[in-house]
C-alpha cells in the first residue's frame, strides 16, 4: 500500500487470448507497480493457480477476457469458485466487444468482481483491480472473524464442559492452538499442590517431558503467582522454561497468561511460546488472556467438587467397614466390595452393612438416591439408624419401615433403596426385606442362579412394607448383594443388565471372594456410580 491508501505490488493473473491485449493490459498494470502474469486461455489460467497452489502463492486478483478460445471468461470464473483453494480470488471480466445487460449481469452473478468494457481508461482499470482486491480482502477478514469467533465460542464451550481439572487443561490447550495457530500447554495447581497438564492434541502424541520438568512448572507457577490476583501476562526465557512442551526436545521462550482462582490458592496458567504468538494474528495476546480467563472460572467448580468429593470419600470409607475390620458373625463368612465412582462422577450414597443381632445376623446393601455430599452424610444417617434399631428389633420388614419413617422425618425430599437379610446361621433361615433395591441372588451349588423375589417401595416415600420373604440356604449356597451401579448402564433395560449379572456370577469359581472379583471385572470399568457389593455363605458347621 502506497502513502496515498493505494493498494500497490499486488500480483494480477491476466487472461487474454489476445497477444497485443495481453502486453498493453501487462504494461499499465506494471507501471503502477504491480507484478502481472500473463495467459492465453483458459486451460493454460487453471494450470498457472494450480502451480501457484502448490507453492502456497496464488495471485490477488484475475483480470479476465470474456472472449476465449476454449472456455467463456464466465465459465472460467465459476470454475474458480468451485474449487475451495481458488474460491476467495477477486476476478474483474473485460471485453472489447458490447455486451447485452443480462450477459453483464450473468458475469457478476458467476462470481467475478466488476465488469469492464475496452477501451476502458488506464485509471478506470486500476481502479477495479484494487475495489476488487479490496472487497475481497475485507470478505476474507470478515470469514476469518467469524470462524475465528465460532471457534473461540466452540473452545469456550469445551472448557466449561470439563468435567475434571485435566479435560478442562486439555481442552483449553487444544482450542487455544487452533485459535492462535501454535503449540499450547495448559497448567492447573491445585490446593494439594498437584499439577495438572494439558497439551494440544498434536502435541500429546508424543511422550510428555518428564516429573522433573512438572516440578519445574509448578514451581514457577508458585513463585509467579504468590500475592497476585487477577490476570498476570509474563514472558518467561527458554533456560527457565522446561523443553518439551511444545514441541518434543526443543527448547522455547514462553508466553504465559496466569490468572489466580477466587480463593489465592490455585494458580492457572495457558503457555504459548512467544514466537508462535508473535506469527498469530494482531489479537493473539488479547485471545491468550480471554481463554486463561475462561479456563480460571471453570476450573474453580471444578476445584470445589474435588475438595467435597475428598470429603464424602473420606466419610464413606469411616464409616463402611474395610474387608480387613469386617465384625465377626457367628456362622457366616462375609465378603463385601466397595468402589467409588470414577473421577468424574460426583459421590453417591451406597452402603453396606453387617450387623450382629440376638437370633442372628442382619446385613443390608443401600443407596441413597442422588450423588452429592448430602447423599453420602443420608448414608451415614442410615447406617447408624440400623444399628441403633437392630439393638431391640431384628425383622427386616419392621426395620425397612422404621428407616422409611426416619427418612420422611429428617430428609422429607430424600429416598433411598435397601435391602435386608435376617440370617439364623444354626437353621439356614432367610428373612428379606426390599425397600425398591435389586434383590439379592441365590447362588445354588448345582450351578443355578435365581434372584429372590423380593420387592417394595423406596424409603422415603411413606408407603407400607410386605411382609419379608423367606426361604432357606444351604451350607453351600452363596447369597450376593449389589447396588445397581456394577451394572446399571445408559441405554440399557436394569432388566437385561440383571440377567447379564445373573450369567456372570453363575461362570464365577467357587468362594465369596472369587465371586466378587470375577463380577468387578466383568462389570467395574468405566462405572458411573458407586459400587456397593455384599456375598455371604453359612459356615460349614463341620469345621
Excluded at 468405566?526 to 463341620?542: N, R, S, V, Y
Aim: proline content about 6%; aromatic content about 4%; overall charge negative.
Amino acid at each position: 500500500m502506497d502513502v496515498n491508501g493505494k493498494l500497490t505490488d499486488m500480483t494480477v493473473l491476466v487472461v487474454d487470448d489476445a497477444a497485443a491485449s495481453r502486453y498493453a493490459m501487462g504494461t499499465l498494470l506494471r507501471r503502477a507497480g504491480h507484478k502481472v502474469v500473463p495467459v492465453a486461455s483458459g486451460g493454460e489460467a487453471l494450470a498457472e493457480l494450480d502451480v501457484r497452489l502448490r507453492k502456497g502463492i496464488l495471485p490477488d486478483v484475475a483480470l479476465i477476457d470474456v472472449h476465449l478460445p476454449d472456455m467463456s471468461g464466465f465459465d472460467l470464473c465459476r470454475r474458480f469458485k468451485e474449487r475451495p483453494h481458488t474460491a476467495g480470488l477477486p476476478v474483474v471480466h473485460f471485453s472489447a466487444a458490447a455486451l447485452a445487460p443480462e450477459r453483464r449481469c450473468s458475469g457478476l452473478d458467476s462470481g467475478a468482481e466488476a465488469y469492464l468494457t475496452m477501451p476502458a481508461e488506464p485509471e478506470e482499470i486500476e481502479a477495479a483491480v484494487r475495489a476488487a482486491v479490496r472487497a475481497a480482502r475485507l470478505r476474507a477478514d470478515d470469514q476469518a472473524l467469524v470462524r475465528r469467533l465460532k471457534l473461540l465460542s466452540e473452545t469456550i464451550v469445551g472448557i466449561q464442559a470439563a468435567r475434571s481439572l485435566r479435560e478442562l487443561a486439555t481442552a483449553t490447550a487444544d482450542g487455544t492452538a487452533r485459535l492462535l495457530g501454535c503449540p499450547a500447554a495448559v497448567f492447573v495447581l491445585d490446593q494439594d499442590d498437584e499439577l495438572y497438564r494439558g497439551l494440544c492434541r498434536e502435541r500429546s502424541v508424543f511422550p510428555a517431558p518428564d516429573e522433573g520438568a512438572h516440578r519445574t512448572v509448578a514451581g514457577l507457577l508458585r513463585r509467579l503467582t504468590r500475592g497476585q490476583v487477577g490476570l498476570q501476562l509474563t514472558s518467561v526465557p527458554a533456560p527457565l522454561w522446561p523443553a518439551g512442551f511444545f514441541r518434543p526436545g526443543v527448547q522455547h521462550d514462553a508466553r504465559l497468561a496466569l490468572v489466580v482462582t477466587q480463593d489465592g490458592r490455585s494458580p492457572v496458567c495457558l503457555a504459548v511460546p512467544t514466537r508462535g504468538l508473535r506469527r498469530a494474528n494482531p489479537e493473539g495476546e488479547a485471545l491468550l488472556a480471554q481463554l486463561a480467563q475462561a479456563a480460571a472460572l471453570a476450573a474453580e467448580p471444578l476445584l470445589m467438587y474435588q475438595v467435597e468429593r475428598h470429603v464424602a470419600l473420606t466419610l464413606q470409607h469411616s464409616f463402611l467397614p474395610q474387608p480387613h475390620r469386617l465384625p465377626e458373625l457367628p456362622g457366616i463368612d462375609l465378603a463385601v466390595r466397595y468402589v467409588p465412582a470414577s473421577q468424574q462422577t460426583e459421590i453417591g450414597g451406597d452402603f453396606y452393612a453387617a450387623i450382629r443381632v440376638d437370633d442372628g445376623v442382619l446385613v443390608a446393601v443401600g443407596d441413597v438416591v442422588g450423588h452429592s455430599l448430602d447423599a453420602a452424610t443420608v448414608m451415614v444417617e442410615i447406617r447408624h439408624a440400623l444399628r441403633a434399631y437392630c439393638v431391640e428389633e431384628s425383622d427386616p420388614a419392621v426395620l425397612a419401615e422404621r428407616l422409611d419413617r426416619m427418612l420422611l422425618h429428617y430428609h422429607a425430599e430424600t429416598t433411598a433403596t435397601v435391602c435386608l437379610v435376617h440370617i439364623d446361621p444354626a437353621t439356614g433361615r432367610v428373612r428379606i426385606a426390599n425397600a425398591g433395591h435389586i434383590p439379592p441372588l441365590i447362588l445354588r451349588d448345582t450351578g443355578d442362579a435365581e434372584y429372590v423375589k423380593a420387592a417394595g417401595p423406596l424409603l422415603g416415600v411413606g408407603l407400607p412394607h410386605p411382609s419379608p420373604v423367606e426361604l432357606f440356604l444351604e451350607p453351600t449356597d452363596r447369597l450376593l448383594m449389589v447396588t445397581d451401579g456394577l451394572i446399571e448402564t445408559r441405554g440399557t433395560d436394569l432388566t437385561a443388565s440383571m440377567e447379564h449379572l445373573r450369567a456372570a456370577a453363575v461362570g464365577a469359581l467357587p468362594g465369596l471372594e472369587a465371586l466378587c472379583d470375577t463380577l468387578l471385572a466383568c462389570f467395574g470399568h468405566d462405572h458411573e456410580d458407586d459400587i456397593a457389593m455384599l456375598a455371604l455363605q453359612l459356615k460349614d458347621q463341620g469345621n
